[in-house]
Structures are given as C-alpha cells and as structure tokens.
C-alpha cells in the first residue's frame, strides 16, 4: 500500500519541517493511524512531489520531515470547467470527477434555471484537494467564487483573452427544440467539434455544463453568436450534468489535452 499523499501549502524543501494544522493531524494519525518515522508523500502545487517522514506526533497538531523531491513539478493542459451548481452531492461529484479528469479550474456559474442560491466555496475546495490527493495529482484546481454566467460572459475577452468555450448544448436553434435538431443546427457531435480545432487555436479552453433545467434560449442565443464559444452535443441522450462533465472532459483530454 503507497503512502498516503497530503497537500500542504508550505514550501517543500530536503530537511524542511512541515506543521501539520488539526485536519492534517486527525487524518494522518487517526484515520491513516501512522507513528513516528512512517512515510508521507507531499505537494504543495509548485515543486512536484516530495517524501516524508512522521516526526512529532500530537491530537492536534504534528511535524513533518521532508526528505528529497521524487517527481517533478507537472501542471495538466490549461482547461477550465463552469458549470451550474446542482444538487450538492452532484456538485461534490463534479468537483470531484473534474480534478480527477485533470481541469485546471473549477468555475461555478449562475444561470438562469440554476437552483441553487449559493455555493460553499471553501467546503468545494476541499473536495478538490482530497480528489487531487488520491489521483496523484501534483496540483490542485482553482476553485473559483460562483459568479452569473451573464458576467462571466460579458468579461471574456478581458478576463480570459484566447479561452475558447466549448458550449455543451443539450438542444440547440430556437426555444428548446428537441436535441435531434442539434446536429442539424451546428451544434458538431463533441469529438468532430474538437478535432476540427486548428492545432495553432488549441490554447486554453473552458467547458460549459448547464443545470438541470438547462439553458434559457436568450443564454443559448448569446452563447451561439459569440466567437469564442464551440457549440457541441455529447449525443442523442440527455446526461446529468455530472455525466455530461466526466463525457466532455474525457473528450476533449483524448483530442486537446493529455490523454493524447
Ligand atoms: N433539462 C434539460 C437538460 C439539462 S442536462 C433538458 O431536458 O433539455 C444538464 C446539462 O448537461 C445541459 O445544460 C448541458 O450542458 C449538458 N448536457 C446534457 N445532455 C447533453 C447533450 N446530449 N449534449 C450536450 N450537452 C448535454
């Protein structure tokens, strides 16, 4: 069994001592159960991943002594992911699917049949590092304050100059017309929207996932019309959300990302 992996936010440098706060302490000594000098694995989202050793123990508290870097720094293609807020354990299950799936940053984003009223951001980061922890990830994704996608859209090309969208439609053309027109309508089966991306265009993308309401047609009308955003269908079914995150995601890292 590998040793468990823990993030922290200090500098990892050999022979360095890392303090461990009440949370660290609680899983590496009661959940983890180690003792003194067992081993620990760590990264701080800079400097790859180190070892470690168990040095003081306490109820509360603990030290850590870093040992030497055993991987290098590594940070995954530039891919972002907005999407609604939904139902809070599916929203947990986003959070958690999409650092696995490798996104760089998690942008919640109210829409117009977006349910939920707010989003516990710091409880989302959390998830985020304990999913970063057990994928072995050597970084954890932003987590960013829920904002409305009417701003976040407004902003774009200021906040996100070169971020293509990539625009899940669950239907397309006017009000609500059933998915079977989407192909019909321009609305590209995702893995022909992604390969047809000119290798020069494949900078940094973002992922759009609507609620379970889907989108409002004024939203899909001014997502259609801006040059930024690729519309795609993930097929002729309705997913979740959460599914349609771990389809998309999956996609565009075999075309765009580091599946390839
Ligand atoms: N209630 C809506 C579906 C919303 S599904 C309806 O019945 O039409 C939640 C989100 O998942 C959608 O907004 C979209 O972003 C994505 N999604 C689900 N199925 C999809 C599909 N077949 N193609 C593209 N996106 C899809």
Known sequence: MASPRLFVAADLTAGARVELDAAQANYLFNVMRLKPSDPVRLFNGRAGEWTAT???????????????????????????????????SRTDYIVEKATELG???????????????????????????????QTERLDVP???????????????????????????????????????????????????????????????????????????????ERLRTATFVTCASLGPRILRADTAVVAALTAWQSVLGDWR
């Open 103 to 133: 996104a760089t940053a998690l942008r919640p984003v109210f829409t117009r049949r977006t349910v939920a009223e707010r989003v516990k951001t710091e409880r989302l980061r959390a998830v985020a590092v304990e999913a970063a922890e």
């Open 54 to 88: 168990v040095g003081e123990v306490a109820r509360k508290s603990g030290v850590l002594q870093v040992g030497e870097r055993t991987r290098d720094h590594y940070v995954p293609p530039d891919l972002h992911v907005l999407f609604a807020p939904v139902k809070k």
């Open 142 to 220: 932003d987590i960013a304050e829920a904002q409305p996608l009417a701003r976040v859209l407004e902003g774009w090309t200021r906040t996100d100059p070169g971020r293509s969208i990539l625009f899940l439609d669950e239907a397309a053309g006017g009000a609500d017309t059933p998915w079977r027109e989407a192909a019909a309508s321009g609305a590209a089966p995702v893995l022909r929207a992604l390969f047809a991306v000119p290798e020069t265009e494949a900078g940094g993308w973002a992922i759009l996932v609507g609620p379970e309401g889907g989108f409002a047609p004024d939203e899909r």
